[in-house]
């Protein structure tokens, strides 16, 4: 069974400072895909960032990149430059490679304060 | 290119009765799937559709059950509502293999069983 922690319930940065988001996750797979999505209160989820466990490059868009660590079952989303849109709920996810699911973290609230 | 479309956006319903929910996929994309966001919870995997057909399910009772229509919409029906189904249901369209070809989200609809 696959897994998805975050231990943030809530966070806040101030307008223009940097952010950091964990995720820890659980899994027996050797390759799958990890994600971060953002949660206006649209409700719409926002696809933020993309990692491919294979991939030993941190993927990055933008001002969001992530710290991928394998070994560690580690996985976090440093927003840089945080800007009043950021604001929102964000999900770590996880999805094997050959699978048709996500397994969702249960979020991070973040407030950005201007 | 349209997005992914649900509705309603909103519904209250009592206990035991029925509901159905509606999506609209993204143009091009074949295969819907549905999550549950209770409060404060990251979304649950109900199942998904592909040409038709369940093609995978979490761990969900049979009273929840799907559609999916030749134009790739699909419907999710919930029988015998108890109260902790409320909670927001998600909607998200993609081709097959979402992980390698994007999935598109609706912004949900908020059930409410009182």
């Known amino acids: 069974a696959q897994t998805v922690t975050q231990s943030q319930p809530e966070m806040s940065v101030q307008e223009a400072e940097t952010v950091t988001l964990s995720c820890t996750y659980d899994t027996s797979e050797s390759n799958y895909y990890l994600f971060w999505y953002k949660q206006p209160p649209s409700r719409q989820m926002i696809l933020v960032i993309r990692?491919?466990?294979?991939?030993?490059q941190n993927a990055t868009e933008n001002r969001f990149s992530v710290n991928f660590q394998k070994a560690a079952k580690s996985f976090s989303l440093k927003i840089s430059d945080s800007q009043l849109g950021d604001t929102a709920m964000y999900f770590c996810?996880?999805?094997?490679?050959?699978?048709?699911?996500?397994?969702f973290g249960t979020g991070t609230s973040l407030t950005v304060i201007p | 290119e349209t997005g992914v479309t649900q509705s309603p956006t909103h519904l209250i319903k009592t206990r035991g009765q029925q509901v159905t929910l509606r999506c609209s996929s993204q143009?091009?994309?074949?295969?819907v799937s549905w999550y549950q966001q209770a409060l404060g919870q990251g979304p649950q995997f109900i199942f998904q559709y592909y040409r038709e057909e369940e093609n995978g399910r979490g761990n969900f009772p049979p009273r929840f059950s799907g559609l999916q229509f030749p134009n790739y919409s699909s419907e999710l029906n919930v029988n015998a509502l108890e109260l902790d189904d409320s909670a927001l249901y998600l909607c998200a369209s993609s081709s097959y293999r979402p992980a390698n070809y994007g999935y598109t989200f609706g912004s949900g609809t908020r059930l409410t069983v009182v």
């Open positions: 996810a996880f999805m094997k490679v050959t699978g048709n699911q996500f397994y």
């Open positions: 143009s091009g994309h074949n295969t």
């Open positions: 990692q491919e466990a294979y991939k030993q």
